[in-house]
């Protein structure tokens, strides 16, 4: 009798064990089931936080423009930080973002940048500098902190300089235009007023038939106008080889306090011409660019038709280093490519190892988010055609394209 017993324990035991190895199977197979479809679910919440965002953005901007009469202006340059002690405008160093803080319910972070002295100042915006900003975060990118300023300035503000440690990036762009760096040589027939026959430029020459054989060219503006813009030279730009491939602050001209950033607002194209980066940021096309004041008039183009505010590309390995150069400038700071985008390069998704820091992206598989200029938010395919992208970030080329939505 007691050997009976033990033999029906062991198949017991032997059935229990085959049940759980079973068990363990089907919740194996359940879990791999369901992780796809939970990682799916959370991408899609991150991914309508992010359109939210954008649309909380784009809500700004536009009330930016009714109240004031224009689009917030790019900025100064990427070393010009945001002071509330000038109108948002021309005037204001800052770029489009700091202009929408009061639009965003920030009213008081605003003015805590107003009347400051040199002996306030470096405190005052090391702590703007690094508070977290949800609104300008993508949840799929990386969390709303700050992150490192590996350059760290100096910074100038309106009471002295400021060197930064930690500070808030913006995962949104607003649009700069078709063409970023370098324009085509067909911009100059845009300036007006007198150009001295002697002013040299710089000019990236591609000889018709061979795309890959660029020279950087210094003429004569007489030589340009006369050899190059009439003859048949269709991939010409205005900028050098160099300058057409790397992010536009690089090349930049920054004034060098705020009665030579008043002084230049008030040359024309053709004085901008003769500065070392011969006025480029200033000849863009999209709704904002350094020291602009673009209304919604200006958008011929239509406003459900232009981008206004899209999703930056940011390569996955730098999300968190703040060192990409198209992320590298702080949130607050003025134009540059961290906050400023365009429209020449495709949509990048951030899992590429492409270096790219004019371009739009995201790191959603799905595609990337932009508002137009009409307010409406729009997830737009990385294969969009690239005739058509160019031409949405144009507000006045009048392209015949296939609109993607």
């Excluded at 063409?179 to 591609?206: E, Y």
Aim: proline content about 7%; charged content about 15%.
């Amino acid at each position: 009798m007691a050997i009976r017993r033990r033999a029906k324990q062991t198949a017991t035991r032997g059935y229990t064990l085959v049940e759980t190895l079973v068990t363990i199977a089907v919740v194996g197979t359940l879990s791999s089931m369901l992780l796809p479809a939970l990682q799916a679910a959370r991408e899609s919440a991150r991914m309508s936080s992010c359109r939210h965002n954008i649309s909380q953005v784009s809500k700004a901007m536009l009330t930016h423009e009714s109240r004031l009469g224009h689009f917030p202006s790019g900025g100064w340059s990427p070393l010009w930080l945001g002071t509330a002690d000038r109108p948002s405008g021309p005037g204001q160093p800052g770029g489009w973002a700091f202009s929408l803080l009061p639009y965003l319910g920030q009213l008081d972070a605003y003015d805590a940048l107003a009347g400051l002295t040199p002996a306030t100042a470096a405190d005052t915006y090391r702590r703007a500098a690094s508070v977290a900003q949800p609104l300008f975060a993508c949840p799929s990118r990386r969390a709303a902190r700050p992150l490192p300023a590996p350059a760290g300035g100096p910074f100038m503000t309106g009471a002295g300089s400021v060197s930064l440690t930690q500070a808030a990036r913006s995962d949104y762009a607003a649009n700069g235009g078709a063409v970023g760096g370098c324009p085509p040589l067909a911009t100059l027939r845009k300036i007006t007023g007198n150009v001295s026959s002697n002013t040299r430029i710089s000019i990236s020459h591609v000889p018709p038939g061979n795309s890959r054989n660029c020279q950087s060219l210094r003429l004569p503006y007489n030589a340009v106008v006369n050899a190059h813009l009439t003859a048949n030279h269709p991939n010409d730009r205005l900028g050098s080889c160099e300058g057409c491939t790397g992010a536009i602050d690089a090349t930049m001209y920054t004034p060098a306090s705020l009665a030579d950033g008043d002084a230049w607002q008030k040359a024309t194209a053709a004085q901008r011409l003769a500065l070392p980066d011969q006025g480029i940021p200033d000849m863009q096309d999209g709704v904002v660019q350094r020291m602009s004041r673009f209304t919604a008039g200006h958008l011929l183009d239509g406003l459900s038709t232009t981008y206004m505010i899209g999703e930056k590309f940011v390569p996955a390995a730098r999300h968190e280093s703040g060192t990409d150069p198209g992320d590298a400038s702080v949130l607050f700071a003025g134009y540059s490519s961290s906050t400023v985008r365009w429209g020449n390069q495709p949509p990048l998704f951030d899992g590429g190892l492409a270096a790219a820091a004019g371009a739009f992206g995201s790191n959603h598989r799905a595609g990337w988010n932009v508002a137009c200029a009409d307010g409406a938010v729009r997830t737009v395919a990385f294969t969009i055609d690239p005739a058509a992208h160019k031409a949405l970030a144009s507000r006045n080329d009048a392209a015949l394209i296939t609109i993607p939505w």
